[in-house]
């Protein structure tokens, strides 16, 4: 989007290149991820980069205040998804932003999801390095704000996760991590940060302790849990055979405690008022539906990656929904292909993904994902045959 490298690049851009960069990406961990991998990173602009900080700042400032689990009692829906021992606020943050424009055609951040939940921190890092080693990115880009080198990144994330445990008893808890279509990320994890991956069903509980047995047969005492376990998923599985359920208590502690993957969600937006925040609503708290109801997308609260999402609504679509506590009316962003590539511009959505740091209880943004689309959504099943399209990183131009 910055245009003098954006033209650089796609000139000098060849399919030669692109598939070099994946052969190496897949050298790396003898695996290539099942996503698409975009040809190309976003070079984001001076003004963007001040609206998405200052975006951050806004919302973060509300997410993270004292009173915002009273604010978020109601998230928690049933007493079977309540996790003992949840912490004063959450570890991880994303704030998914659409890339719009204003009227005077300028970019602009409109917020789209929030999730108090762990994102591919691991992968980003190793993707922008394989774009960075392939595509030779300029030294003044980089893909963090504020100053933040490389290595910082990497030991906040090691400092949190970590810290001074043994990284052998802090486990990477997933459903079936080795089928997970982020399982990119987990090896990055595992590369970086030494810590075991597992299956949920490989977890032993011997009253409040929990267990699992390495390679060589050995019980290991688990200390921390980096939880990537997505209830949504987890309830579906009933052929999952395990001794822990997430409403025990247990002496762990919680990496990114469970209960802020509902505290922080679609239920924050209608509590959100904010320039670069879409006016939403709670379903159930509507008396009139607005009148302009094509400008708005139905989102139920606690799905993930999209689904159940409807487009296009209308009043019987509402009148026939019966939990209607679980969704939120949302007003649609509109998207603008402001990413230019060779055949047609390419639509940009952006993660900003925060971490918390519980020694000086400070949140701050230390990274970010992308996803290209030329679509009607940010997806694979609208992104079939199309080039320049997937996850992929933005850099940011440093000052100076």
């Not at 954006?6 to 994946?22: D, G, I, P, S, W």
């Not at 810290?163 to 089928?179: A, S």
């Not at 509109?334 to 959505?349: F, L, S």
Request: charged letters at 30%.
């Amino acid at each position: 989007m910055i245009h003098a490298y954006r033209k650089a690049f796609n000139e000098h851009f060849t399919q030669e290149k692109y598939q070099t960069f994946l052969k190496d990406i897949e050298q790396q961990f003898n695996y290539l991820p099942p996503f698409r991998i975009a040809e190309t990173p976003v070079f984001i602009p001076q003004l963007l980069k001040e609206r998405l900080t200052e975006a951050c700042n806004d919302i973060l400032d509300i997410v993270v205040k004292p009173d915002f689990k009273v604010l978020t009692q109601e998230a928690i829906k049933h007493p079977t998804l309540h996790v003992p021992a949840e912490d004063y606020t959450s570890r991880f943050i994303q704030l998914d932003f659409g890339i719009c424009l204003d009227e005077n055609g300028d970019p602009i951040p409109k917020l789209i999801e929030l999730q108090g939940f762990p994102s591919l921190y691991f992968y980003q890092d190793f993707l922008s390095q394989m774009y960075i080693k392939h595509y030779d990115i300029p030294d003044r880009f980089s893909v963090h704000l504020d100053g933040l080198k490389r290595e910082e990144y990497i030991e906040m994330l090691r400092a949190e996760i970590i810290g001074d445990t043994d990284p052998k008893q802090v486990v990477l808890l997933e459903v079936e991590p080795e089928k997970q279509t982020t399982r990119i990320d987990f090896l990055c994890a595992e590369r970086e940060l030494g810590l075991k991956v597992l299956c949920i069903s490989q977890m032993k509980k011997r009253g409040k302790e929990l267990f699992y047995i390495d390679e060589n047969g050995t019980e290991v005492k688990i200390l921390k849990i980096y939880n990537r376990v997505i209830f949504d998923e987890l309830n579906q599985r009933d052929d999952i055979k395990r001794e822990f359920y997430f409403k025990d208590e247990v002496d762990v502690e919680w990496v990114g405690h469970p209960n802020w993957f509902f505290r922080i969600s679609k239920y924050t937006l209608p509590l959100i008022q904010n320039k670069y925040v879409p006016h939403s609503q709670f379903l159930n708290k509507l008396t009139d539906y607005p009148d302009d109801l094509e400008n708005y997308v139905l989102k139920p609260l606690y799905s993930f990656a999209g689904s159940g999402v409807v487009l296009d609504i209308n009043q019987k679509i509402l009148d026939d929904i019966q939990d209607r506590e679980n969704y939120i009316l949302q007003q649609k962003v509109n998207y603008q292909p402001i990413v230019e590539t060779p055949d047609v511009p390419a639509k940009g959505e952006i993660r900003m993904m925060a971490l918390h740091n519980t020694r000086d209880k400070t949140t701050r943004v230390v990274s970010n994902l992308m996803r290209l689309s030329k679509g009607a959504m940010v997806g694979v099943r609208y992104n079939k045959d199309k080039v320049w399209v997937g996850g992929s990183i933005g850099f940011f131009e440093n000052e100076g």
